[in-house]
C-alpha cells in the first residue's frame, strides 16, 4: 500500500472510530441505569426498545474494538515500520508505545464481547455479567479509542 493510500485509509478509520465511539456511549447511557437488570433481561420478549438497545451495545462495543483492534492497529503498526504481526503482538506493542493502558484490560474486553455474542441468549447470567463489566469497561474502551485516533493524527 503506498503512503497516500495508507495515509487515506488511516483518516477514513479515524472518523469511523470516533463515530463508533461516540455511538458506543449514547447507547450506553440508554441501556444502564446504573446496570442492566434481571427483570429487564426477562422483558427482553416484549420490550423491543429494550431488545434493540441491547443488541446495539453489544455492536457497538465489539464493533468499536473491532475497529481499533483489527484496522486502525496494523495500520499505524506499518506506519511506524513494524512488520506484520499477529494481534497479540501488536496489542503488546501498542502497550509499549503508550497507545493501550493494559493488554490485560484489552484481552478482557474482547472477552466480553465474545460472551455477549456468543452465550446470552443461553444463559442471562452470563449476559448480565457481561453487560454490566463491559458497561463498565465503556469509558476505558472510549479513552483507548481517543488515544489511538490521536495518534494516527499525529502520524
Known amino acids: 500500500m503506498n503512503t497516500d493510500t495508507q495515509r487515506e485509509r488511516i483518516a477514513f478509520l479515524v472518523r469511523v472510530i470516533a463515530k463508533e465511539a461516540d455511538y458506543l456511549m449514547i447507547t450506553d447511557a ?9 427483570e429487564q433481561y426477562n422483558s427482553l420478549g ?14 457497538r462495543f465489539g464493533r468499536l474494538q473491532d475497529s481499533i483492534g483489527d484496522k486502525l ?3 499505524l503498526m506499518a506506519v511506524v515500520g513494524e512488520p506484520k504481526s499477529p494481534a ?51 469509558p476505558l474502551l472510549v479513552e483507548c479509542s481517543k488515544r489511538f485516533i490521536s495518534e494516527a493524527n499525529r502520524r
Open 46 to 59: 416484549t420490550n423491543i426498545d429494550l431488545a434493540e438497545r441491547l443488541d446495539a451495545f453489544v455492536s
Open 88 to 138: 497479540i503482538d501488536n496489542l503488546e506493542k501498542a502497550e509499549q508505545f503508550g497507545w493501550l493502558d493494559s493488554v490485560d484490560n484489552w484481552l478482557t474486553m474482547r472477552r466480553l464481547r465474545n460472551q455477549m455474542v456468543h452465550e446470552y441468549i443461553e444463559d442471562s447470567k452470563v449476559l448480565l455479567d457481561a453487560l454490566n463489566m463491559a458497561h463498565e469497561f465503556v
Open 30 to 38: 440508554r441501556l444502564f441505569d446504573p446496570v442492566f437488570t434481571l
Open 73 to 75: 492497529l496494523p495500520a
